[in-house]
């Protein structure tokens, strides 16, 4: 979260947690934690791409 704020300038509005998932508002944006199952259910971002994409990224 300590980037969103300081992209944003903005603190945190809002911070709670919803079910398995810890969701917070800073700026305009909705921030979203929590396991990549509990993420999985929430998004159409296949995870595991991500993952490899941050992979490949890294070893480039």
Do not use: C, I, N
């Not at 300081?6 to 929590?34: H, I, M």
Request: proline share 3%; hydrophobic share 40%.
């Amino acid at each position: 979260m300590p980037t969103s704020v300081e992209l944003t300038g903005e603190q945190p509005r809002s911070r709670f947690g919803y079910r398995d998932l810890e969701l917070a508002t800073v700026g305009g944006y909705l921030l979203l934690a929590g396991s990549e199952e509990a993420l999985a259910r929430v998004s159409r971002v296949d995870l595991k791409q991500t993952a490899r994409w941050r992979a490949y990224r890294a070893a480039a």
